[in-house]
Structures are given as C-alpha cells and as structure tokens.
C-alpha cells in the first residue's frame, strides 16, 4: 500500500485519486439563471442529500484546476441564490455529457444539448423537462473552500418543490429503482449504471461540440434516434469533411451501399444507431450524410 500526503502531489494527481476512489457519486443537473435572465444548465458529481427536515441537499462547482476559474453555476448561485437540481438518468446520459462542454456564458445548454426547459413553480430556473426527478431549491449558503484551482464551493440547497414523473413509481407510490435507471459518476470517463454497471462517456473538456441544435433537422427530430444517440452526435466539433465522406461511401460495405442507394431514412437511421452503440460515431456520421453526398455527384 502506498501513503500519500496530500501536499506533496499535484492537484491533479490528488483529484484523481479522489474521484477515482470515492464513487460512484450521483449527479446533481443543476439549471440556474444570471442576473439577467441567461440560462446555464450543468452536471456536478460532488453531491448528495443531506436531510429531510429541511430537506437539504448540497452540490459543489470546484474551481477548475486548470486555470484556477470559477464556473457560471457558482456565479449564477451566487447571484440569484436558486437552483434546480434535476436527476440524471441513463436515457439523457449523453445529452447531459454533451452539456457539460465549456461553453462560453450566455450560452443556453438545454438548447446545446438538446433538453426541453420546464418552467419551475417557486423558482425562477426551468427545469429539465426529460429529468425523472426535479427539485426546485432555495440556495441558503455557500461556503467557499479555497481560492486556488480544485477548491470546492459548497453550495447548501432547501428543496422548496418537487416534481416526480409518474412513471418511475411502483405500485405503493415509491420510486422504483429499476423504473428511475439512475447513472453515477466514477473516475475518468467512466460512469455506472445502477441496472447493468460501467461503462464510458468520453467527457468534452478541451471541445466545444457543435450541439444537437446544430444537426441538420431530419437527424434532429428523427423517430428513431434517442436523445443519447442525439448527444453523441452533437458532441463533435465539425462535421466530416466531403473527402471523408467520399472515402466512406468508396469503401461502404454491401449492406451500407444498398442504404446509401436505395435505404429509407427510418432503416439509415437505424443503422446509424447501431453504429453510435458500438461508439462508431465518426462512421455513424457518414453513413446519415452520404446519401445527400452522393446524390450532389
């Protein structure tokens, strides 16, 4: 067994033992406002419930270890002391990935990502709409844990309001466990899933992905694609290139090229979501484009 004083290793080093060791955490989806209005949503894996009567629950938005800066969350908290911390579960597990991405402020990830807002009933934040849980809070403290990068700001939340969808209730009411299909955080990319256990969400720190508001629109409002399958493809930067696409087509196998030629867009886009399954999101990406490709021959 190996010992380590804290102080003696990197914040990095330290946040990954931390993170890596303490899980699985669950995920507080925070949607906050500004002071003007401006929409922010984000995930926190530093949370949990810490009472009932008040029920109180607390979340913290550390400052980033790289760059020591704080995040919109903690300075919509700040500024207008509510929240609402909607539960994430494993059909919007890529959307909310997807929003974690470091836009810049005043930019509205519920739109980036894809989510429906939900107007609250005591606060002024909306809620996420495709979240089986939403509590409406009333931030009453933060508490600052430090001013260099990794420090945490604790933010302590009364739950003022809560909304349940119905269908995740069993017969006497309660949650049920399987029908709510929660997600936890562990270290890395990895997270877990309460039903079946790991597995792996590439997380967009250094990309900006272009949004599932930037999909063309028979992707976007497909019937077939889930909101995962959504996620996945909104967390690329561009676009494949005309070249790349052409390389693909040129290369397709027989049961692609009969899509490409003849397939319908329900059967491509079916294809299209085995591929995103097996985290072939690249392929997915030119097998939905390369129909239109083609046809600009």
């Not at 984000?42 to 949990?48: E, L, Q, W």
């Not at 913290?60 to 919509?76: D, F, I, Q, W, Y």
């Not at 739950?159 to 399987?178: C, Q, R, T, Y």
Request: proline residues 6%; contains cysteine.
């Amino acid at each position: 067994m190996i010992s380590i004083d804290p102080q003696e290793i990197t914040t990095k080093k330290l946040h990954g033992y931390l993170v890596g060791a303490v899980a699985p955490r669950p995920i507080c989806f925070a949607s906050t406002v500004d002071a003007e209005g401006n929409v922010n949503l984000s995930p926190f894996s530093f949370f949990n419930v810490f009472g009932a009567n008040p029920p109180t629950m607390v979340f913290s938005p550390a400052r980033r270890v790289r760059g020591n800066t704080t995040k919109h969350t903690l300075e919509n908290v700040l500024e207008t002391k509510e929240v609402v911390i909607n539960i994430v579960n494993h059909a919007m597990v890529q959307q909310m990935s997807l929003s974690s991405t470091e836009y810049d402020k005043g930019v509205n990830e519920f739109v980036k990502a894809g989510f429906t807002e939900m107007p609250s009933d005591v606060v002024t934040p909306p809620r996420v709409a495709e979240s089986p849980v939403q509590f409406e809070c009333k931030v009453k403290e933060v508490i600052i844990t430090g001013e260099e990068g990794g420090a945490g700001n604790l933010v302590i939340c009364e739950v003022v309001k809560v909304h349940v969808n119905e269908n995740i209730l069993d017969e006497k009411g309660s949650i049920d466990p399987d029908k709510i299909d929660t997600v936890a955080r562990m270290g890395g990319n990895w997270y877990t899933r309460a039903k079946t256990g790991m597995f792996e969400v590439p997380k967009p720190l250094r990309t900006l992905g272009m949004g599932v508001d930037a999909l063309p629109e028979p992707i976007r409002t497909s019937s077939i694609l889930t909101g995962n399958d959504l996620g996945m493809l909104g967390n690329v930067e561009q676009l494949p290139t005309q070249q790349q696409i052409k390389t693909y087509i040129e290369d397709a196998s027989e049961t692609e090229q009969y899509l490409i030629a003849s397939g319908t867009e329900e059967e491509i886009h079916t294809r299209a979501q085995e591929l995103l399954c097996d985290g072939k999101i690249t392929e997915a990406w030119n097998l939905l484009l390369a129909r239109s490709a083609s046809e600009k021959k």
